[in-house]
């Protein structure tokens, strides 16, 4: 690939990113652009590519004005059921696909069940509190040495080795880490993982009969195994990324034959929209 042209996975790591802060989930759906691409990298053939774009969208339909244009943008659902219906698709890659799925199907009920919308979908401080899947559960990690974007990636690689992990978040200005499980994951395998890393270490927040957020660390003399995640590629740094197969994935787009054409239009977007 060129120097000069952005990379694929690199565009869709920032779009995520980016879609992390409730404040840019709007003007990200609103561009004419960015929406688009991000369905067409649920084809991509890096199976990480179409990870991270399903953790952009399903960050962009925490935001309840979004959900009307999502749904309704050519190709979503679509691309949404052939993730779900590809035999070759991880199965965390399945059940986050599925989720985005549940809340934009549910949106056109939402004005006629206000009240039990409100209740489904409302969000407080953590993310992924999704009620539309039951086979997932939230854990809050407090890591001790979350200190740096460096440390920020060994979390990022030590957690997506792990089997069951759905997705996650960072709240780097208080070093937590909010993680969405299979309900049959042990939180502790989490706290292995991290440990692995062996500059960080991480404690669970949990809320007390008073409601208020308790610290409680792991026991370290408890031995996990941690079943490691190998349908999913080694999370690769941006620089490393994978790049072919990328005129395949945009091919689909009549008025941006050019792959790269769109790769740089998102790049621009991002660059003229947003503070890095």
């Known amino acids: 690939m060129m120097s000069g042209q952005p990379d ?9 990113d980016l879609a992390a802060d409730p404040l ?9 652009g960015c929406l688009p691409g991000l369905i067409l990298f649920l084809d991509h053939p890096n199976p990480q590519v179409v990870y991270s774009a399903l953790l952009a969208l399903r960050y ?3 935001c309840r004005a979004n959900r009307e244009k999502m749904k309704g943008e050519l190709g979503m659902m679509l691309s949404l059921q052939n993730v779900m219906q590809k035999p070759t698709t991880p199965g965390e890659t399945k059940l986050l696909a599925s989720e985005i799925y549940e809340i934009l199907q549910a949106s056109g009920k939402a004005e006629a069940e206000q009240a039990d919308g409100a209740a489904s979908y409302r969000r407080k401080a953590q993310f992924f509190l999704g009620a539309t899947n039951k086979r997932a559960k939230t854990v809050v990690l407090h890591i001790d040495g979350l200190d740096d974007p460096s440390r920020r990636g060994l979390c990022e690689e030590a957690l997506l080795r792990i089997r069951g ?4 978040t960072f709240q780097m200005a208080v070093k937590r880490c909010v993680v969405r499980i299979r309900s049959d994951l042990k939180a502790e395998a989490l706290g292995t993982a991290i440990a692995s890393t062996k500059v960080m270490k991480a404690q669970q927040v949990v809320k007390s009969e008073e409601g208020d957020e308790v610290i409680v660390p792991f026991q370290e003399d408890v031995l996990v195994v941690v079943e490691e995640n190998t349908d999913l590629p080694d999370y690769l740094p941006e620089e490393e990324s994978p790049s072919r197969g990328l005129d395949k994935a945009v091919s689909r787009v009549g008025s941006m034959q050019d792959g790269v054409g769109w790769l740089s239009a998102a790049a621009n977007f991002l660059s003229r929209s947003f503070y890095w």
């Not at 694929?8 to 995520?16: C, D, G």
Request: charged share 20%; proline share 4%.
């Open 8 to 16: 694929a996975l690199a565009v869709v790591n920032q779009l995520r």
């Open 24 to 32: 840019n989930r709007r003007p990200i759906v609103q561009d004419q």
């Open 60 to 62: 962009l339909a925490e």
């Open 165 to 168: 992990v759905i997705s996650f």
